[in-house]
Every structure is written in structure tokens, then in C-alpha cells.
């Protein structure tokens, strides 16, 4: 078992759609969690960063970790065009704080945005 | 404020020749981070550097690959004798420190040929 799932896609939807993205995991020491989101033959960019159990929201986006389920989600509301990207969630066990010291990343999930 | 730079953005080698990926962190930052995304898979963790030392290469491949941030200049990622199976996206990510966020370049695409 992979220490962190999350589904491939790709996944289509129309624009001004609720986009679900998710994300479960098997190790129990990973303390905090990201979102990054990347663009075709770009690097990625953090979108949201979380530590333990809670909602986290940043304009159309809230980030959710259930640490009892070790299920994370990542919501963008009133989806645009612009938010066609490949969503990435990455974790790290305590002590690594948000910084990229030992990620390990999800394979991502492909987003379109059909306008 | 130029964000970190790789280069090059695409390398072409052969079989059994050498490729050398370059990363030149932001301004400021002084500690580094190389990530490989092998296709269909996510990005995996290959190795920390700060300035002069390697702190944690616990990801990298035991042979062919090497890593080094010199005092001067940017970082290098290096395989030796490169095989079809190293094609992949290498990503350098900089941090401030070690617990604040890392930005991510824009990648090296190495193809095997």
C-alpha cells in the first residue's frame, strides 16, 4: 500500500462547478498537509498548507483534514477555467513545518474547467 | 526577484553519457531540495542540501547519482552514465529555512535516448 493515494482523474467539470479533490494516507506520523497545484510544464506551487485535523479556507478554497480517517480534501468553489491544473497533496511528519523537507507527494489529480 | 531558476529546461543524452542539471535557488534561500517525478508517478524526495553539505540524501538512487551546493554557485544535480529508466522531470525546490515554505522551479526534463 502506497503511503499516499489520490485519485488520477482526470476529472472534468463545467465552470462555476464545486470541485472535489481528495487525498487518504496510511502514516500516522504525518503532521502537516498541502495542496499544490501545477500547471502543465510548470513546478509546483502551494496553494494551501495545514497542520492536524480542521478546515483551513483562502478565498474559493478550503483545504480539510480528517487525521481519525487520515482523509484530507482540497474544495474550490466557483471554479474557473484558469483552475484547469494538476492538484498535488503532499505531507510531512513533524517537525518539517511547510517547508519541502521530505514530501511525500500524492501523483495528483488532472482538473479541467470547461467554460 | 527571480524565483528559482533550472536549467535546462530540456536535456537530450544518450545512453551511458552524463547529464548535469543546474538549480540556482532565490535570492536569499540557502537550502535546497531535489525532486524527481517519474511519469504516471508523484514527485519523490531525492535529496536536501544547505550550503556546502549534504544533509539528507536518503532519497537518492546509491549509485550514479550525486548532489552538491558549492559556496558559490548553484546547486548541481549529476548522473553518471545515464539509463532510459532516469528519464524523468527533476524539480529544485529553495526554502528560507528548513520549516518555511520551498518554491518550487520550473523543472528539468531529462530524456534518455
Known amino acids: 500500500q502506497k503511503e499516499v493515494e489520490q485519485d488520477p482523474g482526470p476529472l472534468s467539470v463545467p465552470e462555476g462547478a464545486i470541485v472535489s479533490l481528495n487525498c487518504t494516507y496510511s502514516?500516522?506520523?504525518?503532521?502537516?498537509f498541502m495542496w499544490y497545484r501545477q500547471y502543465s510544464r510548470k513546478g509546483p506551487e502551494l496553494l494551501m498548507y495545514?497542520?492536524?485535523?480542521g478546515n483551513k479556507e483562502d478565498g474559493r478554497f478550503t483545504a480539510q483534514v480528517d487525521k481519525s480517517s487520515k482523509y484530507i480534501s482540497l474544495f474550490i468553489r466557483d471554479s474557473q477555467p484558469s483552475d484547469s491544473a494538476t492538484y498535488l497533496c503532499?505531507?510531512?511528519?513533524?517537525?518539517?513545518?511547510?517547508?519541502?523537507?521530505?514530501?511525500?507527494f500524492g501523483k495528483g489529480t488532472k482538473l479541467s474547467v470547461i467554460p | 526577484n527571480a524565483g528559482v531558476m533550472q536549467n535546462p529546461r530540456h536535456l537530450v543524452r544518450r545512453r551511458g553519457q552524463e547529464a548535469r542539471l543546474r538549480c540556482s535557488p532565490m535570492?536569499?534561500?540557502?537550502?535546497v531540495y531535489w525532486y524527481r517525478q517519474l511519469p504516471e508517478e508523484g514527485l519523490k524526495f531525492m535529496v536536501y542540501?544547505?550550503?556546502?553539505?549534504?544533509?539528507?540524501e536518503s532519497g537518492m538512487p546509491k549509485e550514479r547519482f550525486s548532489a552538491e551546493f558549492p559556496k558559490e554557485g548553484p546547486s548541481i544535480l549529476r548522473i553518471q552514465q545515464v539509463v532510459r529508466g532516469d528519464s524523468a522531470a527533476y524539480f529544485c525546490?529553495?526554502?528560507?529555512?528548513?520549516?518555511?515554505?520551498?518554491?518550487f522551479g520550473q523543472g528539468t526534463r531529462l530524456t534518455v535516448v
Open positions: 525546490a529553495s526554502s528560507l529555512n528548513m520549516n518555511t515554505e520551498a518554491f
Open positions: 502514516n500516522s506520523a504525518f503532521q502537516y
Open positions: 495545514t497542520y492536524s485535523s
Open positions: 503532499a505531507m510531512s511528519e513533524a517537525d518539517s513545518g511547510a517547508g519541502s523537507y521530505q514530501l511525500t
Open positions: 535570492k536569499g534561500h540557502s537550502h
Open positions: 542540501l544547505q550550503k556546502e553539505n549534504i544533509i539528507d
